[in-house]
C-alpha cells in the first residue's frame, strides 16, 4: 500500500503543507473545504489539541495556482480498493 512512490509524494506533499505554515493534515483539510461543492468535513480527534490544530486549517484556505497543481501531480488514489474488504462479504 505505501509504495515508494506514494511515500516520495507524501514527503513532496508534507513539503508544500510546510511552506504554507500548515501541517499535512491541515492542508488536506483546507483542500477539502475550498470546494464549494464539500458543504461539510469530517476530522477525527481523540485529544482536544488534534481538534485545535484541525480547526487551525481554517487560517489558510486560499491556494494558489501553482500549489493545486503541485497537489494534483501528487494526489491519486494510491492504487487502494478501500471497497475490498467490505465487498467481500
Request: net charge negative.
Amino acid at each position: 500500500m505505501l509504495s515508494a512512490a506514494n511515500l516520495r509524494s507524501i514527503k513532496l506533499l508534507n513539503e508544500l503543507a510546510e511552506q504554507r505554515g500548515q501541517s499535512l493534515a491541515q492542508m488536506a483539510l483546507s483542500w477539502l473545504l475550498k470546494d464549494s461543492r464539500v458543504t461539510s468535513v469530517l476530522i477525527g480527534a481523540s485529544r482536544p489539541e488534534q481538534l485545535e490544530e484541525n480547526c487551525a486549517a481554517l487560517n489558510n484556505l486560499n491556494f494558489s495556482a501553482e500549489e493545486l497543481c503541485a497537489i494534483d501531480q501528487h494526489v491519486t488514489d494510491g492504487q487502494l480498493n478501500l471497497w475490498q474488504a467490505s465487498s467481500a462479504r
